[in-house]
């Protein structure tokens, strides 16, 4: 489990975590999100041992990580910026992780490794920047660490890569009860990995929910009707979050599970009403303007 | 089934030492081979060639304290021990300086001070294998070549400091690398803090000593260079070759500051964790982070920069005044700590900021500037009183116009020197001053006076008269010493400096005769007052013991007034044996001295006969050599007459060498005399005959000869006229003497004067004839 209480850190007079905390409970893959300078990567180098906390405390298993060799054998951290030795092939760097990290496993860095179109015998400075971030993802997954953190590590990547990534974490998770931590600016880039979410703002959680959860507390529905029913009526029975009218169509986000808003709707003797699925950022505009929070000020 | 890879924290360690080995192999292969070219390759060829060739065989020698070195490789070598630590250190930390690679290093399960240690043995093993690798190569070339000079233990020695300094380079350097947060800054901070504060506190130093009135640099300051790691090794193989070497190339001086360096080096390691351990990983890549270090680099900038500033502004505006000498301080000093802070932080946003550092780095300089210019707290002024003086040791410009040389300490410099193929003049022009011991208490007290008059002349600010020298250093009661230098002195202060000569233990302390043995003396000449009738002379060795404990008698006999107005008679001039036990300062404290072959020329021991040299002349009598004394006026077809101003006096003197004259280094052709600015042809044979009888000699010193005026010219010299003869015979010997201009007729002086005025009418120079003619008028 990691945790963060009352963490605040400085860089000179700017404040990029402010009093933040989060409990991020293990076996999960935690998507955390949040704009250009809210403080995400701070918080995963903070989790790496990188950074030390200028107040506050982080915590993996009870411990702090600060200057804690036998936590810190237990993260990977995946930065943004990938850093390579000059000249070095990922045989190579394979080599220097797995001197370094307990856990590194030369067979799954083969396994992994023939997952992906990676020679590994390659000079990496001679690598694209994708295939530089997909050389970073099958280190960090080779040395099976308890707690990867993946800053960014997934922006960009081709849907293929993606899928194949998505299936590794998800068995890493299941298997090997590992904790991922992924961050993006981007909510798209998240919704298909994670179980939970946290947003960032200004340093601060702002929010954070199970995922499953949050897609089961709304569900986009879509109906029609001849004649369109009684608007009030139909707004006392479900709590509609956003209706959209056009002519006889009605596009509505509603509150609850998406089965007893379809039966509700029954009652109106729609000519045809469906559920459709909801994005992660639908969800998360919802439930941020639920809590008061604009979530377009938020997050762009 | 997955098998994970066992990793202790040893093989973590031991993995990330051998990771960077391996990473950095092919530099440190390079590093090797450079080594390897420039080091014991120089010495491989350079010993093969003098085989092959047997004269060159026979002159071949390799210096250094191990005798491994070539000129070459000790230029190259020294300078590769001190640039590859700086930059190996600098790769190896410059993890650092990136946020990438930090994020690399700092996420991994190791804790800060295993990092540092791993990466700074990683760094010593990459320069320490391949130097030791060198010097194995080198010492195992020269013990098969067997060429003189070589010594194992003084090879191991010496590759002993290099390792140790080289430690000490990578653990200095190592801080500024954990201090700073970009490449570039770690570059200007570790040269700043390498060589700046030793720059810098040279420069001050330097600038006390030309400014503070009888200052000179303290006799601790050389050592300096050794509280650098990146100069000691520079300090220690390339100064030391020259007239340092009698003290930096004992073996237990090389072990001392080795072992203090490699003390250092640990001590600085620790301090290396340290500040590593608080260092913040989000430092890296960031400019202007602002640190004691990078704030001391900065002030030393500024100091450097205030105190040139002001030497360049009091150069341009010919002018040593206190305010603009601070105000040039203060703008040197400002504008460079501008400059710094401006590069460090690429940009000017940090200025406003760093005020308060801004306004250290401008009032350090003018600090500085100004307690040298107020006499640094009275130093300028302090003279203890008699009562404090244990003794006194001094040097000054004697009666046969030479300072003295510091042969004891310097033995083995010559001998290494000779080695090197260089000769006796080499080591005569480089050597220190040596040091005459007073304990009389007249003789202390004349010192203290001349002491006291200078300061006193300096402090009514009283023209300086002569360019005359003298160091004294009081030895005080108390236990400590006061050490002065003085050049040029004020009327009172040169009269009295004139009777230094008379005193017994300056005269037994720096006249070769004093110690000169009748076996060791290879030949005896005579001459007249005008080194003419050169008369040589066949004595026994029982003679010449006579005439060595009479010159002796004489000579301690002689009085302050004998010496000023004794009639001159001519020279007595004894020449050593090579391989004499010779000069009095080495024979008397350090027995074994022996005047090398290249000596010739320098050797001579030379004595000015007067007619008080009562003993000297009656036994030159008794073995049958009266009348050398006499002079052939009517050979002298010519004289040069000239200034003696202190120009003039220093080329004479330059020629003539450290206490020793000799016909060769004294003669001048008449072409050289052509060049010699400010000559007047004399050929009047009456005003010649005037001049030369009124000439006084060699020995006599003409260092403060005054016409008795209170006015003397501007350019501060004395009015003596130096003269020349040339003979008719042709022999072309022509001798420079000094002559008080007053005996001269009117006639001649006006022709001087004329003559003087011509040839220095392009600068702005007092006529000094002018002067002696109203002079002489007035007496009139």
Redesign the interface.
């Known amino acids: 489990m990691i945790k963060a209480a009352n963490v605040v850190k400085f860089?000179d007079d700017t404040r990029a975590l402010d009093h933040f905390c989060t409990t991020i409970e293990d076996g999960s893959i935690y998507g955390l999100i949040g704009s250009n300078g809210s403080g995400k990567s701070t918080f995963l180098?903070l989790i790496?041992?990188?950074?030390?906390p200028d107040e506050g405390q982080v915590e993996i298993e009870d411990a702090p990580v600060f200057?804690n060799?036998?936590?810190?054998?237990k993260?990977?951290?995946v930065?943004d910026?990938?850093?390579y030795?000059?000249q070095?092939t990922m045989d190579e760097m394979a080599?220097?992780y797995?001197?370094?990290?307990?856990?590194?496993?030369?067979?799954?860095y083969r396994k992994v490794g023939g997952m992906f179109p990676i020679d590994p015998s390659r000079k990496i400075n001679t690598f694209s920047k994708g295939m530089q971030r997909q050389t970073a993802l099958i280190l960090g997954l080779s040395s099976?660490a308890q707690y990867l953190l993946l800053d960014e590590a997934f922006d960009g990547l081709d849907p293929i890569i993606r899928t194949a990534l998505r299936k590794i974490l998800a068995d890493d998770v299941a298997r090997r009860g590992a904790t991922v931590i992924i961050t993006s600016h981007n909510l798209r880039e998240l919704e298909d990995m994670c179980d939970h979410v946290g947003l960032m703002h200004k340093g601060a959680i702002v929010f954070e929910r199970e995922l499953d959860e949050l897609k089961l507390g709304f569900c986009k529905v879509q109906a029609a009707f001849k004649p369109l029913p009684d608007m009030d009526r139909l707004r006392g029975e479900l709590e509609i979050l956003q209706l959209e009218t056009r002519g006889s169509l009605l596009n509505m986000v509603v509150r609850g599970e998406s089965g007893r808003v379809l039966e509700k709707l029954s009652a109106y003797d729609p000519l045809f009403a469906e559920s459709l699925p909801l994005t992660l950022e639908e969800v998360f505009i919802n439930e941020m303007e639920a809590i008061g929070y604009d979530y377009n000020n938020v997050i762009f | 089934m997955i098998t994970t890879t066992s990793s202790s924290n040893r093989g973590k360690l031991s993995g990330l030492y051998l990771s960077i080995l391996r990473r950095n192999f092919g530099v440190t292969l390079l590093y090797f081979i450079f080594q390897f070219l420039f080091f014991p390759l120089q010495y491989i060829l350079s010993a093969t060639d003098a085989l092959k060739n047997q004269n060159a065989a026979g002159r071949i020698h390799f210096i250094g304290m191990g005798g491994i070195y070539t000129g070459i490789s000790l230029f190259f070598f020294t300078a590769m021990v001190i640039v590859a630590p700086i930059l190996f250190t600098m790769m190896q930390y410059s993890f650092l300086h990136q946020k990438r690679s930090t994020d690399l290093f700092h996420a991994l399960p190791i804790r800060r001070e295993q990092m540092l240690l791993v990466n700074f043995a990683a760094s010593a093993t990459m320069i320490l294998v391949p130097m030791a690798l060198n010097y194995a190569v080198t010492i195992i070339a020269a013990a098969s070549f067997g060429f003189p000079g070589f010594s194992l233990l003084g090879a191991l020695a010496d590759a002993f400091s290099a390792f140790c300094l080289t430690l000490g380079l990578l653990a200095v350097t190592t801080l500024v690398s954990v201090s700073t947060g970009t490449v570039f800054d770690n570059l200007v901070y570790t040269v700043g803090l390498l060589f700046g504060v030793p720059s810098a506190i040279f420069l001050c130093l330097g600038y006390a000593a030309n400014d503070l009135f009888g200052c000179t640099l303290p006799d601790w300051s050389q050592y300096l260079f050794l509280a650098s790691p990146a100069t000691a090794p520079a300090y220690l193989r390339i100064a030391a070759q020259g007239e340092l070497e009698q003290i930096t190339s004992t073996p237990g001086f090389l072990l001392g500051v080795s072992l203090g360096w490699l003390a250092l080096a640990g001590i600085f390691l620790l301090v290396d964790i340290g500040v590593y351990r608080r260092r913040g990983s989000e430092l890296a890549g960031k400019t202007g982070y602002s640190s004691v270090l990078t704030q001391l680099v900065k002030l030393t900038g500024a100091l450097i920069g205030g105190v040139c500033f002001t030497l360049l502004v009091r150069s341009v505006a010919n002018s040593e005044g206190l305010l603009l000498s601070a105000v040039s301080a203060a703008v040197g000093g400002a504008l460079i700590y501008c400059v710094a802070e401006c590069v460090m932080s690429r940009g000017f946003k940090t200025i406003k900021t760093s005020a308060p550092y801004l306004g250290a780095g401008l009032a350090l300089p003018v600090l500085f500037v100004l307690m040298v210019g107020l006499g640094w707290f009275g130093y300028e002024g302090r003279v203890p009183t008699l009562d404090k003086i244990e003794s006194v040791e001094i040097n000054f410009t004697d009666r046969y116009g030479f300072t003295h040389y510091d042969f004891d300490a310097s033995r083995k410099s010559l001998e290494r020197m000779q080695k090197n193929g260089r000769n006796a003049y080499d080591y005569y022009s480089l050597e220190t001053i040596n040091e005459i011991l007073l304990a009389d208490e007249k003789a202390r007290e004349l010192v203290h006076d001349i002491h006291q008059d200078i300061v006193n002349g300096h402090e009514q600010e009283e023209k300086n008269v002569s360019g005359a020298y003298i160091t004294l250093e009081y030895k005080l009661k108390s236990g400590g010493s006061l050490k002065r230098s003085y050049y040029g002195m004020p009327l009172l202060a040169g009269e009295k400096y004139n009777e230094l000569n008379a005193c017994e233990e300056v005269k037994v302390q720096t006249h070769p005769v004093y110690s000169l043995k009748p076996s060791d003396v290879r030949e005896i000449t005579l001459l007249n007052r005008l080194m003419g009738n050169v008369t040589p002379v066949s004595f026994s060795e029982g003679q010449i013991g006579r005439l060595i404990e009479a010159l002796r008698e004489d000579m301690s006999a002689e009085t302050y007034e004998q010496m000023e107005n004794g009639r001159e008679l001519g020279y007595l001039v004894l020449t050593p044996k090579y391989g004499a036990e010779y000069f009095s300062y080495t024979s008397m404290r350090k027995p074994g001295f022996v005047l090398p072959d290249e000596s010739d020329g320098y050797d001579a021991c030379y004595v000015l006969l007067t007619e008080n040299y009562e003993s000297t002349l009656a036994l030159l009598g008794e073995f049958g050599y009266d009348g050398f004394e006499r002079v052939d006026y009517d050979n002298i077809e010519r004289a040069y007459i000239t200034l003696d101003a202190y120009y003039n006096r220093d080329n004479v003197m330059r020629i003539q060498g450290p206490y020793g004259f000799d016909r060769s280094d004294l003669a001048q052709n008449e072409e050289m005399l052509s060049y010699n600015r400010g000559n007047t042809e004399i050929t009047d044979p009456a005003v010649l005959r005037i001049l030369a009888e009124a000439v006084r000699g060699n020995a006599q010193n003409a260092v403060v000869q005054v016409d008795g005026s209170d006015k003397q010219p501007s350019w501060g010299g004395s009015i003596t006229l130096m003269v020349t003869f040339v003979s008719k015979d042709g022999s072309n010997l022509i001798h420079t003497f000094a002559v008080n201009p007053k005996v001269l007729p009117e006639a001649t002086l006006l022709e001087l004067k004329d003559s003087f005025n011509r040839q220095w009418s392009d600068e702005n120079v007092e006529d000094p004839f002018t002067l002696v003619l109203e002079r002489i008028r007035s007496e009139q």
Do not use: I
């Open positions: 860089f180098r790496a041992g990188v950074y030390r200057e060799p036998l936590m810190k054998d993260v990977f951290f930065s910026e990938f850093y030795f000059p070095s080599a220097f797995a001197k370094m990290y307990s856990g590194f496993s030369w067979e799954r099976q």
